[in-house]
């Protein structure tokens, strides 16, 4: 059973932080990378960041580069996004994914294995 289970979404107002979490479980433990990735109503999917399991290797997206940052923590399991200088464009569900192979078996930034239920960031004043 796969199982990904974010928290830590809300509403924030513009340039404000948020810290995402996503703990995996069962076979979702076993993955090459996990990552987030972000709809927003009325947009395409964006692959956010991801993070790869066997060196701390790290991706983002150039609309977030230098603003958010993904990191694994101390128990190996648990993965977060902190989400700095926050803008009203970073609102949409944001859902945490893992991939099992290696970046170029996928055809996009967006592309994933298996997906948590999302959780639901807004940036509003």
């Known amino acids: 059973q796969v199982q990904l289970v974010e928290s830590g979404g809300g509403l924030v107002q513009p340039g404000g932080s948020l810290r995402l979490s996503c703990v995996p479980s069962g076979i979702a433990l076993d993955y090459y990378a996990i990552g987030w990735v972000r709809q927003a109503p009325g947009k395409e999917r964006e692959g956010v960041s991801w993070f790869r399991k066997s060196d701390g290797g790290t991706n983002y997206a150039d609309s977030v580069k230098g603003r958010f940052t993904i990191t694994r923590d101390d128990d190996r399991i648990t993965v977060y996004l902190q989400m700095d200088n926050l803008k009203p464009e970073d609102t949409a569900v944001y859902h945490c994914?893992?991939?099992?192979?290696?970046?170029?078996?996928?055809?996009?930034?967006?592309?994933?294995?298996?997906w948590g239920q999302g959780t639901q960031v807004t940036v509003s004043s």
């Open positions: 994914a893992i991939r099992v192979a290696p970046a170029h078996y996928y055809s996009d930034n967006d592309k994933y294995d298996y």
